[in-house]
């Protein structure tokens, strides 16, 4: 009678057998996770870098080496702080969002993929690791794995969707983006400019204005910085905006709503700015209707997870976009480099520095 099989995924592949005893050898790889411990405001004391084991796929299961993981801080910090109520955390919880890497082994009943294929994922929980074992459904082909496809998914596809599903953007209106030199306000600029908008990008610092400038989308950009953001807008764009994006809060947020067009649409997709502090800003002002009504103009907040069914078709355009040179995607110049410098990396983008995505290289 034959040996039960214990199939192993790097040593030897399934049709490989050990002449002796026809039992293959069991192979258990350590994978190296950045986790939550506990939940804390500081990254360091919430968070550490651990090893576990990690098997052959099995069935329906995709194993991928990650080759680069995006950084998403502001989320990040809300969930090692315990702050997303629909992410229910528990101890050592992987986290980060999106990856790109490659398929190194299928399980028997995979259909969709084979080892070699480049792919990403996109799930809450799963990206801050060396691999990741998961089901053929949540794997993402990739046209190749670049910084700059792990941008356009899913942070281009939060750009396009929000465009699309929220914004109801017409040729020749005025479209004004916080925090525009980012890796989703750059998509967003190009984006609308696309559309035939009028595009107003605002930023803070000399080399953020540099970077929106060599898009060639903006009409203006307004680096708040050195610059009089709220004159500018005031003088400029009082009730012209037809479309603010905001990903900043407070003061940005009151700037635009203030100064909507008729039938003007305010963007939600971040409120970066209230998320360093432990409870929302408390205002004591007139509701936002106050300001809103008499135009017909509204708020809309965008969640991406809320779009689901739409993020292929998104996705293929993106990439067909940045195939055709339509789109050009900016990855920060800052090199992070091994999955010990998630940390740092999280660091530089929350103190306001990047240019672009920031990507970190595993």
């Not at 790097?10 to 939550?36: G, R």
């Not at 990008?201 to 009409?219: E, M, R, V």
């Not at 990855?331 to 999280?346: C, H, L, M, P, R």
């Amino acid at each position: 009678m034959l040996a039960k099989f214990i199939f192993s995924f790097n040593l030897v592949e399934k049709e490989d057998y050990c002449p002796l005893n026809l039992i293959m050898i069991s192979e258990v790889m350590e994978n190296k996770k950045f986790v939550i411990k506990e939940f804390s405001d500081d990254i360091h004391q919430a968070t550490e870098l651990i090893e576990s084991s990690i098997r052959a796929p099995e069935g329906t299961q995709v194993l991928i080496k990650n080759k680069y993981v995006g950084i998403n801080a502001l989320y990040d910090r809300e969930l090692y702080r315990g702050a997303v109520p629909y992410i229910d955390v528990k101890f050592p919880f992987v986290f980060g969002v999106e990856s790109a890497g490659e398929v190194i082994k299928v399980g028997n009943k995979v259909t969709k993929f084979k080892k070699g294929d480049s792919v990403g994922t996109v799930k809450v929980g799963t990206a801050y690791q060396e691999y990741q074992l998961v089901n053929e459904n949540e794997v993402i082909t990739f046209p190749a794995v670049t910084p700059e496809h792990l941008t356009l998914s899913p942070t281009g596809v939060s750009a396009l969707l929000a465009l699309e599903k929220l914004a109801e953007l017409r040729s020749g209106e005025t479209v004004v983006i916080s925090a525009a030199a980012g890796g989703l306000g750059h998509i967003l600029a190009q984006l609308c400019k696309m559309r035939g908008c009028k595009v107003i990008a605002i930023c803070g610092g000399p080399h953020k204005k540099h970077l929106l400038a060599s898009l060639t989308c903006c009409d203006q950009i307004i680096d708040y910085k050195n610059e009089k953001l709220d004159d500018i807008i005031v003088q400029k764009y009082a009730n012209k905006i037809d479309v603010a994006i905001d990903s900043v809060g407070r003061s940005m947020f009151d700037l635009f709503l203030k100064n909507l067009a008729p039938k003007g649409r305010l963007i939600v997709m971040g409120v970066a700015s209230e998320l360093s502090n432990s409870q929302f800003e408390i205002v004591s002002q007139p509701r936002v209707y106050e300001s809103i009504y008499w135009k017909g103009a509204s708020v809309r907040c965008f969640m991406n997870h809320l779009y689901k069914e739409d993020h292929e078709a998104a996705r293929q355009q993106l990439f067909q976009w940045y195939e055709d040179d339509d789109l050009q995607v900016k990855v920060d110049q800052t090199i992070f480099e091994g999955i010990e410098s998630i940390k740092d990396a999280s660091e530089y983008l929350l103190a306001g520095k990047s240019c672009g995505k920031v990507i970190v290289k595993l």
